[in-house]
C-alpha cells in the first residue's frame, strides 16, 4: 500500500441505493420516514416490526429531524392564516397555509402579532392574505405586508351576524312564546311533560338549584345596570362563565334552564314496554321481570323511573303533531328568521306586529345573507348605513372598521375553508401523540404530510 495516497476507503459506493454509515437501504429509510411522518414514534414502530423493518421509536424520531425539510425561501402568492389550540381558552399557535397549492407551508408556536409580522418580513412575496375577523392577524399584515390584500372569510361574517342577531333577540324571547300560543290557541302546550325525579329530595334539590340560579339571574342584571362593566369582569366578580353573565345581562325575563334528560339502560327496551303499556300493564315490578328474560341487567328502580317519564303517554299520543318553533332557544329562533319556513311564517309575523324593531332587524339580516350568497357588493353601503339605527349597529361597526378586507371577501374567491380543514387535520396528529410531542415535531409531522 501506498503510503502517500490520500484515499482511505477503497469500496464503491452505491448512491440511491445505500447511504454511508445508513445501516439500511434508502427504501427502506422512507419508509420509515413515511410511518413517522404518518404514525409518531410508538406506533410508527410497531407497525415497522411487523412490516419487517426494525426500528426503535427513537430512532425514528431522530431521522425524522435530521431529515427536516427544505427552509421555505418566498411566502406563497396566497396566504391563509388561522389560529389553533394547543389548549383551548389558555394557548394557541398559529397555521399558514398555501390556499392555491393546498398545502400547509408553516406552523407558529404562538398567535402574537409580532411573530407573525417577522415571519412574513422573512418570507416576502404574499399578495393576498386571508383570515379570519381576528386583529392579530390583520395588524400583523399591515405592518409587515402593507401591500397585500387582506380578505375577509365569508362564513366568519355570516357567523358574526347570527351572534348579533341572537343577541337583539335575546331581549324579545318571550314574544316568540306569546306569539306561538296566539297563532293556534286551541292546542295543547307542545312543551314535553318535565321529567319525574326521583325521589322528593331530588325535588327539593331542583326547586334550590332554580331559586340560586334566579337569584344569580337578578344579581347579573343589577350589577350590570349599576356599575355598567364588562360581561369578563362581571364574571370574574361573580365567579361564573362571560358566556353566563351575557346571557344573563341581555335577558329581560328570567331565562329556565333545559331540563336534564337522563339516559337510562331502559331505552334499550322502550318499544317493548310501550307495547305492554298499550296492553294494560302498570306494574313496574312485572315489567321489570319481563325485561330481566330479555337480557335486562338493571333494577326495578331504573324501570320505576322510566314508567314516572312516561305518565303522560296517552297525551302525548293522542296530541297533534308538534310545530318546531313554538318554544326554540335563540340559536333556533335565528335559524328560523334566517331559513323561515312556511310553518314559522305566521309566528314571525306576529312577533313582528308586537314589536317592529325585531322586523326591521330580521329584514337587515336575511338582506346580508342575501348580500353575500349573491356577491353584491354595490348594495353593502346601504345595508350598512342602514343597520346604523338598529340593534345590528354594533356589528355593522365591526365591518365599517375593516371595511377592505369584507369588501374583498365580497369580490375575491378566497376563505379559510381550506385552512379550517388544515387545523382539523392539526388536531388529529396533536391528539393523536398525546399531548407528550413539542412544537418541532408537531411543526414537522404538519408540515411534511400535508
Not at 56 to 82: C, F, K, N, Y
Not at 199 to 217: D, K, M
Not at 220 to 245: F, M, N, P
Not at 260 to 267: L, Q, T
Request: with cysteine; hydrophobic share 40%.
Amino acid at each position: 500500500m501506498e503510503p502517500a495516497c490520500p484515499r482511505k476507503v477503497f469500496t464503491e459506493p452505491l448512491p440511491g441505493t445505500v447511504v454511508r454509515y445508513g445501516r439500511k437501504s434508502c427504501r427502506s429509510g422512507e419508509a420509515l420516514h413515511w410511518l413517522t411522518l404518518a404514525l409518531g414514534g410508538r406506533a410508527g414502530a410497531r407497525l415497522a416490526q411487523r412490516l419487517g423493518l426494525l426500528a426503535s421509536r427513537s430512532t425514528l424520531l431522530r431521522e425524522l429531524h435530521h431529515h427536516r425539510p427544505a427552509p421555505l425561501g418566498q411566502a406563497p402568492r396566497v396566504l391563509g392564516i388561522d389560529d389553533w389550540a394547543w389548549r383551548k381558552g389558555h394557548r394557541y399557535g398559529t397555521i399558514l397555509c398555501d390556499l392555491e397549492t393546498r398545502k400547509v407551508v408553516d406552523l407558529l408556536p404562538d398567535r402574537d402579532a409580532n411573530t407573525v409580522a417577522a415571519w412574513l418580513q422573512q418570507h416576502p412575496g404574499t399578495e393576498i392574505v386571508s383570515r379570519d375577523r381576528g386583529g392579530i392577524y390583520a395588524e400583523a399584515a399591515r405592518r409587515a405586508a402593507p401591500r397585500a390584500v387582506q380578505v375577509a372569510d365569508r362564513w366568519h361574517l355570516l357567523r358574526n351576524l347570527s351572534e348579533a342577531l341572537r343577541h337583539a333577540l335575546a331581549p324579545h324571547h318571550h314574544l316568540f312564546a306569546q306569539a306561538a300560543m296566539a297563532c293556534r290557541p286551541g292546542e295543547p302546550d307542545p312543551i314535553p311533560a318535565p321529567i319525574a325525579p326521583w325521589s322528593q329530595r331530588e325535588l327539593l334539590v331542583q326547586q334550590a338549584n332554580r331559586q340560586r340560579r334566579y337569584e344569580r339571574w337578578e344579581q347579573v342584571r343589577e350589577l350590570s345596570l349599576k356599575t355598567g362593566e364588562s360581561d369578563q369582569e362581571l364574571a370574574r366578580q361573580l365567579g361564573i362563565d362571560h358566556r353566563t353573565v351575557k346571557k344573563f345581562r341581555t335577558a329581560e325575563l328570567y331565562p329556565e334552564a333545559k331540563p336534564r334528560v337522563r339516559e337510562s339502560m331502559v331505552d334499550d327496551y322502550a318499544s317493548y314496554l310501550d307495547q305492554r303499556l298499550s296492553e294494560g300493564c302498570r306494574s313496574s315490578m312485572t315489567l321489570w321481570r319481563e325485561l330481566r328474560e330479555r337480557g335486562f341487567r338493571g333494577q326495578v328502580n331504573g324501570v320505576r323511573y322510566w314508567l314516572r317519564q312516561r305518565r303522560s303517554y296517552r297525551t302525548r299520543a293522542a296530541s297533534p303533531p308538534q310545530r318546531p318553533a313554538l318554544r326554540a332557544s335563540p340559536r333556533q329562533i335565528v335559524w328560523f328568521i334566517l331559513k323561515a319556513t312556511p310553518a314559522a311564517k305566521d309566528l314571525l309575523q306576529e312577533v313582528y306586529r308586537k314589536a317592529p324593531e325585531i322586523g326591521r332587524v330580521a329584514e337587515l339580516a336575511t338582506s346580508f345573507f342575501r348580500i353575500f350568497r349573491e356577491r353584491s357588493l354595490e348594495a353593502l353601503p346601504a345595508w350598512l348605513e342602514a343597520a346604523q339605527a338598529t340593534a345590528l349597529a354594533g356589528f355593522a361597526a365591526g365591518l365599517e372598521r375593516d371595511i377592505d378586507a369584507v369588501r374583498e371577501a365580497l369580490r375575491l374567491p378566497w376563505s379559510q375553508g381550506h385552512v379550517e380543514g388544515q387545523v382539523h387535520r392539526l388536531k388529529l396528529i396533536k391528539r393523536q401523540m398525546y399531548g407528550r410531542a413539542g412544537f418541532d415535531l408537531l411543526r414537522l409531522r404538519v408540515v411534511q404530510q400535508g
